[in-house]
């Protein structure tokens, strides 16, 4: 995923008139990549992550009591 900033970077550059390959080259990112985001109207939004416990937590309470 890119950033917002490289988001906006790939629609200024591609709107002065530098080619897919180019913006690629110079942002260092696939040129699929740039043609993806060319094609969106806004820039990439982060996803939140869902925390998940730890495969240890149904053992805390035995593992407690051992100790």
Not at 19 to 28: E, P, T, V
Not at 40 to 51: A, G, Y
Request: glycine share 8%; proline share 3%.
């Amino acid at each position: 995923m890119i950033t917002r900033g490289e988001f906006f970077m790939i629609k200024e550059l591609y709107r002065k008139g530098m080619s897919i390959s180019d913006i690629a080259r110079q942002l260092g990112i696939d040129r699929k990549t740039v043609r993806k985001y060319l094609g969106e109207n806004s820039p990439p939004l982060k996803k939140k992550r869902t925390s998940r416990g730890s495969k240890l937590d149904r053992y805390k309470d035995y593992l407690h009591k051992r100790m």
